[in-house]
């Protein structure tokens, strides 16, 4: 008797393990392994890379093209609702669904996805921490067909701009030192020496950064295996650079993407009040008038 009640509460023990792993902003590889085909959730990668998700990807999940599916192909914008609320509902999500989304570069346009679904009114969404690289390293599943989900029927709210930084704002917010700004690119861009990384061809006329922005590169908030790092962590890598949630934050980086990263970690898992500027410095750097810091006197020449 005594042996048959002990392994039941190790089993109700162990459900509530895999339950509770489903709380939170993230979920474990561990908790998404044991839950795959479950008709509750949909996975969705989003990865930079061309063809990795062709190559194998989490068995079910759907791929979302991170510069067709979340961003409107004419317009410098978001997806907009219809098209975005069609796409999500290709793949199988109803209002009930819990998305789960990861990709290559430890989330980085992944956080890009949960950030474009979260202005959109979609609660239930999280990240695989560690992404690709997690699961793969683990030596998970890995599965090349492509699914074919019954069609869902999730409804999205209309856009709700607040959590996204416009020009405006970000230059008010430089003049009046109201929110707390945080450049999440190398320490190269944010100095000015360089205007873009090596090979990427969205660029600005003016090099450095928004004036009175801090520097905490957006891969600071990761550790070695992808894995965000402890919320204490976190804390204290942006409390050393002044960013304590006392203040309204925005994020920003070159084209918005890897500033969701940040966003990420600065909203969802430490809980602060954020805005993603997804303008960037594509936007900020080729404004006219605009306060900016270039330590390094970079001068844009055109070639």
């Not at 990807?57 to 609320?85: C, K, M, S, Y």
């Not at 390293?137 to 709210?157: C, F, I, N």
């Not at 003016?206 to 894995?227: F, I, K, L, M």
Request: aromatic fraction near 8%; proline fraction near 5%; hydrophobic fraction near 45%.
């Amino acid at each position: 008797m005594f042996l048959r009640k002990l392994i039941a509460v190790g089993a109700i023990a162990l459900m509530a393990g895999v339950a509770n792993a489903n709380e939170g902003p993230l979920v474990t590889t561990e908790w998404l392994e044991e839950n795959l085909g479950s008709a509750d959730i949909a996975v969705i990668e989003v990865s930079v890379n061309p063809g990795v998700y062709e190559r194998g990807h989490i068995p079910g999940a759907v791929n979302f093209a991170w510069h067709t599916d979340l961003v409107d192909p004419v317009r410098r914008d978001i997806a907009t609702r219809e098209d975005l609320q069609a796409r999500l509902q290709a793949a199988g999500v109803s209002d009930d669904t819990t998305i789960i989304l990861y990709g290559d570069t430890n989330n980085w346009f992944a956080a890009w996805g949960a950030w474009v679904f979260d202005v959109y009114g979609l609660e239930d969404v999280k990240l695989l921490d560690g992404g690709r690289v997690a699961w793969e390293a683990e030596g998970r599943p890995l599965d090349s067909a492509v699914p074919a989900p019954a069609a869902g029927t999730v409804t999205l709210a209309e856009a709700n701009n607040d959590l996204r930084a416009f020009l405006p704002e970000v230059v008010a917010a430089s003049d009046s030192g109201s929110h707390a700004i945080v450049d999440i690119r190398s320490a190269n861009e944010y100095s000015g020496t360089i205007i873009a990384p090596e090979g990427f061809q969205e660029t600005a006329i003016r090099a450095g950064h928004v004036t009175g922005a801090v520097n905490v590169p957006w891969s600071s908030a990761v550790a070695e295996d992808g894995r965000f790092k402890s919320p204490d962590e976190l804390r204290a890598i942006y409390a050393a650079a002044g960013v304590d949630g006392s203040k309204p934050v925005i994020t920003y980086c070159r084209i918005g993407e890897r500033s969701s990263h940040t966003w990420f970690a600065l909203s969802r898992i430490l809980g602060y009040d954020v805005q993603n500027y997804d303008g960037s410095w594509t936007e900020y750097g080729n404004s006219v008038g605009v306060p900016v810091t270039n330590p390094a006197g970079t001068v844009w020449t055109g070639l």
